[in-house]
Nanobody
Framework: QVHVVESGGGLVQAGGSLRLSCAAS????????MGWYRQAPGKQRELVAT???????NYADSVKGRFTVSRDNAKNTVVLQMFHLKPEDTGVYYC????????????????WGQGTQVTVSS
């Protein structure tokens, strides 16, 4: 049983900033990667940023230069620092963790948080 919990969402004006945090806990053997997706109303969930255990990052083109993803492997946490927010950044942000729960089986599962709302006003 794994729990993934996000925090830090809220309402900000365009040009502002927010810091989202996520922590994975429970029956975790190891985490291969963590990251963030978002979903705007009526649209599909899309990748925002990911980071591997080794520190390799990947960003959506729409957020490059504005968002930074980082992690603390020892604490199974990932942070998304968002600057220069735009109204189009509005949506529910979901944290995910790609992880192993077993010492014996080398299989990775993808676990999702409940989401945190980010609203950017114009």
């Amino acid at each position: 049983q794994v729990h993934v919990v996000e925090s830090g969402g809220g309402l900000v004006q365009a040009g502002g900033s927010l810091r989202l945090s996520c922590a994975a806990s429970g029956n975790i053997f190891s985490i291969n990667a963590m990251g963030w997706y978002r979903q705007a109303p009526g649209k599909q969930r899309e990748l925002v940023a990911t980071i591997t255990n080794g520190g390799s990052t990947n960003y959506a083109d729409s957020v490059k230069g504005r968002f930074t993803v980082s992690r603390d492997n020892a604490k199974n946490t990932v942070v998304l620092q968002m600057f220069h927010l735009k109204p189009e950044d509005t949506g529910v942000y979901y944290c995910y963790a790609e992880l192993r729960t077993s010492f014996y089986f080398d299989n990775y599962a993808q676990c999702w948080g409940q989401g945190t709302q980010v609203t950017v006003s114009s």
